[in-house]
C-alpha cells in the first residue's frame, strides 16, 4: 500500500513562495508514473494545477502557468511544487498523486497540506 505524505504548507502573503513536498512509501514503481499536484479550495472540485512525467516533461494550466513549478525526485520517491507570486485564489489543500489524465489506478489520497495566501 502506498502512502502520500505531503508538507510544505502554510500561511504565506499575496506575492510569496512556498515549496511543497510529497513524499510516496512503499512505491516500487513510483519512477515510472507521470505524478501531479492538485487542489481542492472549499467548497470546490479538486483540480490538477501541475503534471510531470516519468520523463520529466511538466505541464500546468493557464492559472499557474509561470508560477508553479513542478519536479521531482526518483531516489527519493518525491515529487514537489515550488509555488512563486502566489494568489488569495491559490488558497486551497494541495495534495499530490498519479497524473489522473493517464490513468485511473490512482494511490490512496494523502492528508493533503494546506496552504493560505492572506495579507
Known amino acids: 500500500q502506498v502512502q502520500l505524505v505531503e508538507s510544505g504548507g502554510g500561511l504565506v502573503q499575496p506575492g510569496g513562495s512556498l515549496r511543497l513536498s510529497c513524499a510516496a512509501s512503499?512505491?516500487?514503481?513510483?519512477?515510472?508514473?507521470?505524478m501531479a499536484w492538485y487542489r481542492q479550495a472549499p467548497g470546490k472540485q479538486r483540480e490538477l494545477v501541475a503534471r510531470?512525467?516519468?520523463?520529466?516533461?511538466?505541464n500546468y494550466p493557464d492559472s499557474v502557468k509561470g508560477r508553479f513549478t513542478i519536479s521531482r525526485d526518483n531516489s527519493k520517491n518525491t515529487v514537489y511544487l515550488q509555488m512563486n507570486s502566489l494568489k488569495p485564489e491559490d488558497t486551497a489543500v494541495y495534495y499530490c498523486?498519479?497524473?489522473?489524465?493517464?490513468?485511473?489506478?490512482?494511490?490512496?489520497w494523502g492528508q493533503g497540506t494546506q496552504v493560505t495566501v492572506s495579507s
Open positions: 498523486n498519479k497524473d489522473w489524465t493517464t490513468t485511473r489506478l490512482m494511490y490512496s
Open positions: 510531470i512525467t516519468s520523463g520529466a516533461d511538466t
Open positions: 512503499g512505491s516500487i514503481a513510483f519512477r515510472l508514473n507521470a
